[in-house]
């Protein structure tokens, strides 16, 4: 287990003992309440705890048998719990008002039940690994709101299928991706004009590897470029970029948009090739999105990245009209 994991569950159980301690409190404030207002329900209580330990001891000593130490200790808790319920009822309290509290009944707050997760462990983990992910996800993206039909199905001139038939492949690509089928790419690179769901997309994997309690980090190639130069240059070394970049080379995918936009200088490219080749090295999945073309990316960055990139990820290309001008 990775340390970053192995933190995600330490910061659960943190939660869990939070919320048990929390119940266990509130529990206790409202018998003390009970007690105060019907003092004999504490004496009620006081015997019912006695009557177990009498029995106990009984049977120990062998002034009982066990079979009718029991029957009479069932008996007398009876009789005095169905006095404890009377009394309840009587002031106005429901009958249960004295139980432990949980938030979730299935697993006691314990996250577990019969050694499997429990799905209130899952949510947890989810908002735990979508924060860090820096990514604020929309309901709407996910595979299955994925709407092929948004896409002409008009063939077009220049590469010979339609954006229709296009992005029905591209949603092939990345679900196989996200579900890391057998065969499937490991990395991804996004290309095209704005507008035709590179970022949808990549939502849609994030969304899916988060589900699958991976770690996800996603940032824009600008805000990630300055962020290592800042702390390579002593500008900033707070543990917040430390954990940034941390983030970029540990996650279980990484993101990176908006590549090409950045302020480049020799530092970034060496930033860009240190990530993209350990991360390959290491076959830690990556997303590039970048509205350049292929004819651009090979002009701007060196041979050596461009080897990496187009070695090493499954080229991706979305065309067709601007859904953001079609109001979508
Ligand atoms: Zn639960």
Redesign the pocket.
Known sequence: MSSYISDICDEINKQYREIRDANKKKQEKVIAEIYSKIPRIKKIDEKISDIALNVASDVLNGDASPQRAVQKMQADIKTLTDEKTRLLINSNYPVDVMKDIYC?D??????H?DGSR????LQKRNIILQKLSNIKISEKNSFDKFNVNLFSDLADAKYGVSPQENIRSVYKIALSFARGEDGSPNNLLFYGATGLGKTFTSDCIAKSYIEQGKTVFYMSAPKMFSIFENYKFGRDISAATQRIISSVNSSELLIIDDLGTEFRNSYSDSILFDIINSRIIEEMPMIISTNLSIKDLKHIYSERICSRILGYFNVVLFFGEDLRLKGI
């Open positions: 979730c299935k697993c006691r707050d314990r996250g039940v429990c799905s209130c462990y």
